[in-house]
């Protein structure tokens, strides 16, 4: 079946830092790819996604690669700002019902 | 962008009690809504596929007849947990298909915490 593994947490930095947050995952077929943001108290945000090998994902600074030869999207951001403080899920959809399974979720927290 | 709401947002109630929660996807139409189940600091666990006009599609290891589901409209889907137990207390997010270009792409709803004393 479908599984996600994504880097635990929680991961605290300083403003300014870079950020990595790895993922890897395991799939039949030729999944989509996603991160999703969850700030607290409200749902989940996608934040960047990519459906095919190589494929770049990029939004708000965030970037993240399709890799197929390491099933891999580490989410990356060059420059962290306080604001980014939130829950990072890694997902992926395959599949005729495109149904999404979720990695476990990476809490950051960013210092000023 | 899309907007999918949730109520209510927070539910405490005694053990034994039904509880519904609504999930409604305000600016469009959704033939497919999601329900998943978050722990604490855990990942979300689909629940089932609610499809309007037909019957859920639960995964396995979900008791359809404890957490019964109904999409009765193109905008709204909601969950009865029956005879909520403690155990049943968790973080419950819905989220709603928007097939327009995005097909895959789910928009969430917020979130209800419920809690069964």
């Known amino acids: 079946g479908n599984s996600v593994t994504q880097m635990e947490g929680p991961v605290t930095l300083s403003e300014e830092a870079f950020l990595t947050i790895n993922c890897t995952y395991t799939?039949?077929?030729?999944?989509?790819l996603f991160w999703y943001v969850q700030y607290p108290g409200e749902g989940l945000q996608l934040l960047l996604k990519?459906?095919?090998?190589?494929d770049k994902g990029s939004n708000k600074g965030f970037e993240a690669t399709y890799r197929k030869e390491t099933t891999s999207f580490h989410l990356e951001k060059g420059s962290v700002q306080v604001s980014d403080s939130a829950v990072y899920f890694c997902?992926?959809?395959?599949?005729?019902?495109?149904?999404?399974?979720f990695g476990s979720g990476t809490q950051l927290t960013v210092l000023p | 962008g899309a907007v999918v709401s949730q109520h209510p947002s927070r539910v405490i109630c005694k053990s034994g009690t039904s509880v519904k929660i609504e999930c409604r996807s305000l600016?469009?139409?959704?033939?497919?809504m999601f329900w998943y189940r978050q722990f604490p600091k855990q990942s979300l666990m689909l629940m089932a596929t609610?499809?309007?006009?037909?019957?859920?599609?639960?995964e396995q290891g979900v008791e359809k007849d404890k957490f019964l589901i109904n999409h009765a409209s193109l905008t709204l889907s909601t969950l009865t947990v029956t005879s909520a137990h403690p155990e049943d207390s968790s973080f419950y997010i819905c989220?709603?298909?928007?097939?327009?270009?995005?097909?895959?792409?789910?928009?969430f709803g917020p979130g209800t915490r419920l809690t069964v004393l």
């Open positions: 989220s709603a298909r928007y097939t327009g270009v995005f097909y895959n792409e789910q928009f």
């Open positions: 799939a039949t077929g030729y999944p989509s």
């Open positions: 990519a459906t095919k090998a190589d």
């Open positions: 997902a992926l959809s395959s599949g005729s019902a495109r149904q999404l399974t």
């Open positions: 600016d469009f139409q959704a033939t497919t």
């Open positions: 609610s499809n309007e006009g037909s019957k859920a599609t639960y």
